[in-house]
């Protein structure tokens, strides 16, 4: 059997948690700062008149075109 005091054997597992739990906050605070700076891609859209394609920045369901001001679905999503 291995000497153990009882100081050890509570600070030890209270202590690897601890690291545990802060080890787990500084990756998830990490994650979702390069999450936030992860440009969107934008939308294509393909105009039905005059068949030009453009892309809105905006995530809009219908996007005027620039060329000929008419409203187009989205045909791919950023
Ligand atoms: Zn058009």
């Not at 030009?52 to 679905?73: G, I, K």
């Amino acid at each position: 059997m291995i000497p153990a005091s009882l100081f050890l054997l509570l600070w030890l597992p209270m202590a690897v948690a601890l690291v545990l739990v802060l080890g787990c906050g500084a990756y998830y605070a990490r994650t979702g700062q390069t999450l936030a700076r992860r440009k969107r891609t934008p939308n294509i859209y393909r105009c039905a008149v005059c068949r030009r394609v453009y892309v809105e920045a905006r995530d809009l369901p219908l996007a005027r075109c620039p060329h000929c001001s008419c409203m187009n679905e989205v045909v791919k999503r950023g």
